[in-house]
C-alpha cells in the first residue's frame, strides 16, 4: 500500500522560482489537503479538496495554486518563491466511506527557498 | 472557530517512567480528535483517535489517551516511557460539521525520553 506519496522529498529554489509539489494517494479518498508546518506553529491548511474538479482555499493559501483534476493527484505549485515560503509540505488525504475519519499524511517536502 | 493548545513545547521523561503530553482544544459541538507523532524528517504517523464512544482510547505503541469533555482535553498518556518514543506530538481537532479534511493543529510537543 503507497498511501499517500510526496515528491520531491527536498528541494532548495531561488527567489522568484516556480516549481510544482506533487502528491497522490491510491486510497480512493475525496478529501485531499495541503498543509505547510513551520516551527513553534503546528501545521497549516494551505488549500483542500473535496474531490476531483473541486478546490478551496485553507488558512494560509497566498502564493500557492493547487488543482485537482483526478481523484488520485492534487500538486500544489508555488508560482514565484519567496524566502517565507521555505517550510515543510505535508500532503495529506481522507476518505468518509474508506478512511475511518481518520487523515492520513505523506512523509513530507521539505523547501528552502533561497 | 475550532483551536488547539499544546501548553508544553518540550517534556521530558526518564524512560520506564509514565508520560503524559497535554492537550486542551475548543470546538463547538462534538468533536473529533487525534494524536499525530512525527520522527526526525519524516512525516506525520497517526496514533488514536477519539470519535464518540468510550472515553479512554487506547492506540499505537502503547500509547493511550482520555477524552474529558468537561475539561475540553485529550491528554496523551503513556504508562512506560520508551527512548524510541522521543519525538514531536501533535494534538489536532476536526469539527465534523466542516468538513472531511479540515484539521486544527496544535503547536506540537517535543517529547525527550532519557536513559
Known amino acids: 500500500n503507497a498511501g499517500v506519496t510526496q515528491t520531491p522529498k527536498f528541494q532548495v529554489l531561488k527567489t522568484g522560482q516556480s516549481m510544482t509539489l506533487q502528491c497522490a494517494q491510491d486510497m480512493n479518498h475525496e478529501y485531499m489537503s495541503w498543509y505547510r508546518q513551520d516551527p513553534g506553529m503546528g501545521l497549516r491548511l494551505i488549500h483542500y479538496?473535496?474531490?476531483?474538479?473541486?478546490?478551496d482555499q485553507g488558512e494560509v493559501p497566498n502564493g500557492y495554486n493547487v488543482s485537482r483534476s483526478t481523484t488520485e493527484d492534487f500538486p500544489l505549485r508555488l508560482l514565484s518563491a519567496a524566502p517565507s515560503q521555505t517550510s515543510v509540505y505535508f500532503c495529506?488525504?481522507?476518505?468518509?466511506?474508506?478512511?475511518?475519519?481518520?487523515?492520513?499524511f505523506g512523509e513530507g517536502s521539505w523547501l528552502t527557498v533561497v | 472557530a475550532q483551536s488547539v493548545a499544546q501548553p508544553e513545547d518540550q517534556v521530558n521523561v526518564a524512560e520506564g517512567n509514565p508520560l503524559t503530553v497535554k492537550c486542551t482544544y475548543s470546538v463547538s459541538g462534538n468533536p473529533y480528535l487525534f494524536w499525530y507523532v512525527q520522527y526526525p524528517n519524516r512525516g506525520l504517523q497517526f496514533l488514536l483517535k477519539?470519535?464518540?464512544?468510550?472515553?479512554l482510547v487506547k492506540g499505537s505503541y502503547g500509547f493511550e489517551a482520555e477524552f474529558n469533555k468537561s475539561q475540553t482535553s485529550f491528554h496523551l498518556k503513556k504508562p512506560s516511557a520508551l527512548v524510541s518514543d522521543s519525538a514531536l506530538y501533535f494534538c489536532?481537532?476536526?469539527?465534523?460539521?466542516?468538513?472531511?479534511?479540515?484539521?486544527?493543529f496544535g503547536t506540537g510537543t517535543q517529547l525527550k525520553v532519557e536513559l
Open positions: 477519539y470519535i464518540t464512544g468510550d472515553n
Open positions: 479538496s473535496v474531490g476531483a474538479g473541486i478546490t
Open positions: 489536532a481537532v476536526r469539527d465534523p460539521r466542516r468538513g472531511g479534511n479540515k484539521l486544527t
Open positions: 495529506a488525504s481522507f476518505g468518509t466511506q474508506n478512511s475511518g475519519n481518520t487523515i492520513y
